[in-house]
């Protein structure tokens, strides 16, 4: 490690695909000097690769929707190069309406994307079938289709990042875990690594799971809680190939795509499981997670009206993780007012990898423009040193945002 930095401009703590969104979107605005901490052997290591790679624009909200338009809109610029692409599959999504309210939402969400300049439209349920015939949509009271929503592979996106970014002068290196962050009246002057502390000027904050720790060596407490998140990937299933629409059934807490010609379902429980960040320390990793068998069954059993055959599909594998949620369901975007220095980029509420690169540029909005949009004003960790909390309520309000996630007016 002897030609191991020793001084960057901006270090970039965490590899996964939020980290590498980060680095790249600082060196593409023009902040080249910026190193990227990682410590696993490789980035993309931990919770990014138990992604399921959904990639949707349609929301409740013009920010939100901007948002997810401005990640799509950095995809397909990436897929244009054949080295670095992040196996962007623009394949349109079905999002399926199973009650009168929730048509009603829809609409609303239709509203939002007429004003966000996003294209979305309501199709009939011969329609939708034609586009997924393996699927039942005899019970769809409503379906929204968006032609530019799709998925892709969060590993290669996380390399994409790297790879776009490297070009343009920033560094990465693994194998470096950051143990703290240096901070000398009120600033921050660098990071203690077990390589050695490095010295710079700005940290972001883009650990995941360990966002929580890093942010308390430099006198921060953040609600940020890891909650359980798992879905399950099929043998090969008849009628089922890549080009297949993403499909959401939030009535139904569910949401699926073709995994080659295999089926990946999941959803999100209404019991779910959360850990919280003060019992393992920055060192150590979140508890282990166990296929929760009783869980993913309850998804298969949801599915069976519009898919019947997914009761008799055997289960080829099983993907879980600890994506971080937060209290109020925003993400932690943005600097501190008490340590100079020292910027956000957590509590990404299950967006990680689809909402990276807009996170990314959130991040650079934050720290360059003199006067940021009053949304991403709106995500700074400082709100919450404006009213109190407490750690119990803030873990069972980012549970509950877990497990209502597809809920009515969520």
């Not at 939002?112 to 329609?127: H, P, R, T, Y």
């Not at 998140?229 to 807490?253: C, K, M, W």
């Not at 501190?336 to 990404?348: L, Y």
């Amino acid at each position: 490690m002897s030609n191991a930095p020793t001084r960057a401009e901006i270090v970039v703590i965490g590899g996964g695909a939020v980290g590498c969104a980060v680095a790249y979107s600082l060196a593409k605005a023009g902040k080249t000097d910026v190193l990227l901490l990682e410590k696993e052997a490789t980035v993309a290591a931990v919770t990014t690769p138990q992604a399921a790679g959904l990639v949707g624009q349609v929301r409740n909200t013009v920010e939100r929707t901007k948002l997810a338009m401005w990640s799509v809109q950095t995809f397909s610029e990436l897929q244009r190069d054949e080295q670095a692409n992040p196996g962007w599959r623009q394949v349109g999504s079905l999002r399926v309406a199973l009650n009168p309210e929730r048509v009603a939402e829809f609409q609303h969400m239709k509203s939002v994307a007429d004003e966000s300049g996003l294209e979305c439209d309501f199709i009939s349920n011969a329609e939708a079938k034609a586009k997924w015939p393996a699927l039942n949509f005899d019970r769809a009271q409503a379906v929204l289709w968006c032609p530019t929503d799709g998925y892709l592979q969060p590993s290669d996106l996380t390399m994409s990042y790297v790879a776009h970014a490297r070009r343009l002068g920033a560094r990465f290196q693994t194998k470096t875990a950051v143990q703290s962050v240096v901070v000398k009246n009120g600033q921050v002057r660098g990071v203690d690594t077990n390589q050695g502390v490095i010295e710079c000027d700005m940290v972001v904050n883009a650990a995941g799971a360990h966002a929580y720790h890093v942010a308390r060596s430099v006198g921060l407490d953040l609600p940020i809680v890891p909650v359980r998140h798992e879905y399950f990937v099929t043998v090969h299933a008849e009628g089922l190939q890549p080009n297949l629409p993403v499909v959401r059934i939030p009535d139904s807490t569910l949401y699926l795509r073709a995994e080659i010609n295999s089926l990946l379902c999941g959803g999100w429980e209404p019991s779910a499981l959360s850990t919280d960040p003060r019992n393992f320390p920055i060192g150590n990793e979140p508890p282990p997670i166990d296929p929760d068998w009783d869980v993913l069954g309850w998804f298969a059993a949801q599915l069976g009206p519009e898919m019947p055959q997914v009761e008799e599909l055997g289960v080829r594998s099983v993907f879980k993780g600890w994506p971080t949620f937060t209290p109020d369901g925003r993400f932690i975007v943005g600097p501190s007012a008490k340590v100079k220095g020292f910027v956000m980029a957590g509590g990404c509420n299950a967006h990680g990898v689809s909402g990276s690169a807009g996170i990314g540029r959130h991040v650079v909005e934050s720290i360059m423009d003199a006067n940021p949009s009053a949304y991403v004003r709106s995500l700074s960790p400082d709100r919450f040193d404006r009213e109190p909390w407490d750690w119990e309520s803030a873990r069972r309000s980012a549970q509950h945002y877990y497990e209502t996630y597809y809920c009515l007016g969520h």
